[in-house]
């Protein structure tokens, strides 16, 4: 049970403490390699916990749990990972719903949209003046079948599978 506690609290403490999957596998490496588990089974799991699908930061957990502390390592490792997340996000829930009347509250939200458009331009200014060398006919060919789709009403997700298919065949 110490075990499990000890588990539950490292990535507790991991997970208030960083903001990102890939940030997290830092701190977990300097906080559990050589007290919890030894480098080559931490480099596996982080290996293994990157092959499957979902996120890699919550496998991790899940693995290391279960490497230290069986199927309660597990389970104490996945609580101390989506706890903190999951209350920050209630908290914002609350708050916006208790806010949701307030008419600042829609005036900020339509401030953001000119300011996420332009966002979305300047990130296409960058992709199609071809920083990275990327633009080519084939580019141009992908983003106009792409606004095509996207104009005859076409799902946007199914539009992005379809451009990545694209890609496949395109930039072999």
Request: glycine content about 8%; hydrophobic content about 50%.
């Given at each position: 049970m110490a075990r499990w506690l000890s588990i539950f609290w490292l990535f507790l403490k991991i997970n208030f403490l960083t903001t990102s999957g890939p940030a997290s596998v830092g701190l977990l490496y300097k906080e559990a390699v050589g007290k919890?588990?030894?480098e080559q089974d931490f480099v596996e799991s982080v290996g293994f916990s990157s092959v499957l699908p979902g996120s890699d930061a919550l496998q991790l957990a899940m693995f290391v749990g279960y490497s230290v502390g069986g199927l309660g390592g597990a389970?104490?490792?996945l609580?101390?990972?989506i706890l903190p997340p999951?209350?920050?996000m209630l908290l914002i829930v609350s708050l916006l719903?208790?806010?949701r009347g307030e008419a600042?509250?829609?005036n900020f939200v339509r401030g953001l949209a000119p300011a996420v458009a332009v966002l979305m331009v300047i990130v296409a200014w960058q992709v199609f003046r071809g920083e990275g060398g990327?633009?080519?006919w084939l580019t141009l060919l992908i983003a106009g079948l792409s606004l095509v789709a996207l104009l005859l009403k076409a799902?946007?997700?199914l539009v992005l599978v379809g451009a990545g298919l694209l890609g496949i065949i395109l930039f072999r």
């Open positions: 919890l588990i030894s389970l104490a490792a609580l101390g990972s999951t209350i920050l719903q208790r806010l600042w509250v829609g990327n633009t080519t799902p946007a997700p």
